[in-house]
Structures are given as structure tokens and as C-alpha cells.
């Protein structure tokens, strides 16, 4: 963890759908959620090896949750734009980064012109990207500034060819509840 604070670089290998503790640079025994980095702080590279492919953003806060002692259940990650440029280039990244729908990102991208300095708040849904890794993508918009917030979904029984089909046909996952 403090080693991708220093460099500002995290690489992951998730083609196996896990993270471990120690691949993450936190002790064995440690439970809790780990966030590194904060709103306003210099980008991290993130890099998601996933098991189809790879991908490399940057993000200024990345947040890990537990399933269970020992290994990470989601990577969670903000990326945020002042600009409407910026923001629609995020955008065009959605459906071919992440298998978002372009019909959300459409949807989003209108909701987002119109609400001027008004706080939104939309779900794009989910995808599967060319990393093969399941993905949420929810945005928010407040005084003209998006922010996109992702969700890696790390739990192996979401993975199930019926739960991959109907996400990459309805653009909504089911997560396994228990």
C-alpha cells in the first residue's frame, strides 16, 4: 500500500479474480477496507490485468472491500472531470474500455448537459470489457464537474456464463447475495 502511495503506480494481476491481502501491500490479518489516495491527490496508475486482457487509467483514490480475511471482494476507483471535454472523453471510453451500453452513456451524457450546476446522480450499469473483468460505472454531476465512479466486481460467482451473458446483453449484473 505505501509503496503505491510513493510511486503513484498499482498493477494488479486479477486473471484468477483475486486479490490477496499481500498483493495489495496490507498485512495477513487485516480485514478492514483500504482506500489510498484522496480527492485533489497526484493520479495513480492503475493497471487491472484481467483474464481476457489488460488496462491501464489513472485514478486519484482507489478503495479495496473484503469478502472474507484474506483477499478483496471489489476495486473501487473515482475519476473526475472539470471540463465537459474531459468528461465526454471518459465517455467515450465506457463501451469499449468497460462494455457499458452506449445507450447509457447516452442517457448519462444528456442527463449530464442538462443539469447545469444541479447535483445528479445516474448508474450506468455494468459491463464486461475487453479485460473480462465485470465492471459498474455510476456517474454524478454537481456546478458542471463528473465525476465516474467504477466498481470491479472480484467475486468468482458472478463470473457464471448466465450472469456474463445478461450483462453484456441488458448491461445488468446480478450479484450472488448470501
Known sequence: MQQIQDNRRARFDLRDLTLTNEEAGVPPEFTSD?????????????????????VTISAQTIWFTHLDQGRFTEIIFWRSFDTPEG?????????????ILPEN????????????DKKEKWSLGTGIGPTGLILDMNASTKNGIQVFHYIVD???RNYNPINLENIRTTGIGKRVVE
Open 105 to 116: 452513456v447516452d442517457t448519462w451524457a444528456s442527463i449530464a448537459m442538462d443539469a447545469g
Open 154 to 156: 472480484l467475486d468468482p
Open 34 to 54: 483500504v482506500i489510498i489516495g484522496n480527492p485533489g491527490d497526484p493520479d495513480i496508475d492503475l493497471t487491472l490485468v484481467g483474464p481476457t486482457g489488460e
Open 87 to 99: 468528461a465526454q472523453q471518459e465517455l467515450a471510453q465506457a463501451n469499449p474500455r468497460w462494455g
